[in-house]
């Protein structure tokens, strides 16, 4: 091969388009799409036509490289890797896209406007559905048991558990996606945040964190000062002797400020942290280890508001505090945002903070499904809702926190001081201070438990 004819070869690389998506081989379901040939069942890298090889450059440090991508000026991705402009082509080649969600009537509008204006700026045909996360990952599941290589979901919207069961169920396209996207680098590179575990669930870079909910201890500010409260996230128990009847948590399986404030517990009462953290579940921890939790429980029942009744949900804690009859408890900074946003809870009597160590809380997000039709669309989406102008819609629509942090850093200060927003650097608290997770795994274990453990008084 002569000089001129290897300078033709390498430019006729550069420029390798994709086929139409009439000219796609169709290829059975497989979670590592990356690595074998796929049609519109499964978008690949070889499918992209990014094969060969490619030359290699040294790295050149920046210091915003994990705010923003860094591509070579002269070679580019490698043949290995996706172009970015290719996926964005394919992705218009689909043109459309299905996403699935839940959550409140908050978290309902802010997904339809995220969809809304991800349709205009792509004018892909975007789809919403805000349904239960149960039923949708059932869905994606039953689907792939039944080898049904078009599935109805491109996106969808989890929280740890579920995630669990669609990665071990082969439902989860395993694509490193967050090395995909151009705006995965603006999510701050910590395990707990969702880019290597997602409730201590490995992700293999498959999840795409969105929102950043945040458990908080939410007390009355007109009754009691912020000293008056416990600063300990175990010292409810003492607090409830002296105040009988103020406190209340929700019934854990109806909401998840009660099952994140529990999970918790678990770290500070059964042998800390370290004990669980990026680890499998082991059942016989949780059956040998458990009996400090539960009997704290116990003890605390009965100083709590109506001793053995439990709010129904996170939405049920809120009103009895925003009624005045209860004083204290643990809820999300959304829920207590929505109860100010509309007008249902008075301002100047919320206070709210994050007790000591913390109250490790969930970084919830997206994954593809392994037969999403529309894989190409779903990447396109999923750089779009970690943009920094998407981002900054999570605290001024739900009233919880971005996963990127640049977007908290460009709210207004008016937003930043709003009274459920229990911390206002982010940077200092969580990108850089100590961050933890819940173990999702071991957290439905409990969830199970306390129904025996406590709601029955067994």
Not at 227 to 248: H, I, R
Not at 397 to 423: F, S
Request: net charge neutral; proline share 7%.
């Amino acid at each position: 091969m002569t000089d001129k004819t290897k300078g033709k070869s390498a430019i006729a690389r550069k420029t390798r388009t994709l086929p139409e998506a009439d000219e796609l081989p169709v290829a059975g379901i497989a979670r590592r799409g990356f690595i074998q040939t796929a049609g519109t069942a499964g978008l690949s890298l070889t499918m992209l036509g990014f094969i060969g090889r490619e030359e290699a450059h040294a790295a050149a440090f920046k210091p915003d490289l994990t705010m923003e991508p860094n591509p070579h000026p002269t070679f580019g991705y490698p043949n290995w890797f996706p172009s970015w402009d290719e996926i964005e082509r394919r992705a218009k080649a689909e043109g459309k896209l299905n996403v699935s969600a839940w959550g409140g009537p908050e978290t309902k509008d802010h997904f339809g406007k995220i969809c809304a204006a991800f349709e205009k700026a792509s004018g892909i045909k975007t789809t919403y559905t805000h349904g239960d996360w149960f039923a949708a990952q059932q869905q994606v599941l039953n689907e792939v048991k039944d080898k049904k290589e078009q599935g109805s979901i491109d996106a969808i919207f989890l929280w740890g558990k579920p995630f669990s069961n669609l990665m071990q169920g082969g439902g989860v396209w395993e694509v490193p996606i967050l090395d995909i996207l151009p705006n995965g680098r603006k999510i701050a590179y910590r395990p707990e945040m969702g880019r290597f575990v997602h409730d201590m669930v490995p992700t293999y870079g498959t999840f795409v964190p969105h929102v950043n909910w945040q458990d908080c201890y939410v007390y009355n500010k007109k009754k009691f000062k912020r000293e008056d409260m416990p600063q300990k996230v175990t010292g409810v128990l003492e607090w409830a002797k002296e105040n009988k009847g103020e406190f209340s948590y929700c019934d854990v399986n109806k909401g998840g400020s009660g099952h994140t404030w529990v999970m918790m517990l678990i770290y500070e009462l059964t042998g800390g942290y370290e004990k669980y953290a990026f680890r499998p579940f082991v059942k016989e921890i949780a059956d040998k280890d458990w009996q400090p939790l539960w009997d704290y429980l116990k003890e605390l029942e009965q100083y709590c508001y109506k001793p053995g009744t439990y709010p129904q949900g996170n939405n049920a804690v809120a009103q009895l505090f925003a009624a005045g009859e209860i004083t204290f408890c643990p809820n999300w900074d959304a829920v207590m945002a929505q109860g100010v946003i509309g007008g249902t809870l008075d301002p100047e009597i919320l206070g709210l903070f994050v007790p000591e160590p913390g109250i490790y809380s969930p970084m919830d997000g997206f994954t593809i499904p392994v037969n999403a039709p529309n894989k190409a669309a779903a990447l396109v989406f999923l750089n779009y809702i970690t943009s920094v102008e998407a981002q900054m819609q999570v605290p001024q629509v739900i009233g919880a926190y971005p996963v990127v942090t640049e977007a908290w850093d460009k709210q207004t200060d008016k937003e930043k001081n709003q009274p459920y927003h229990p911390v206002k650097d982010l940077r200092a608290w969580r990108d850089l201070g100590k961050m933890g997770a819940r173990h999702g795994e071991y957290m439905f274990h409990m969830m199970t438990q306390w129904v025996d453990k406590i709601a029955r008084k067994n």
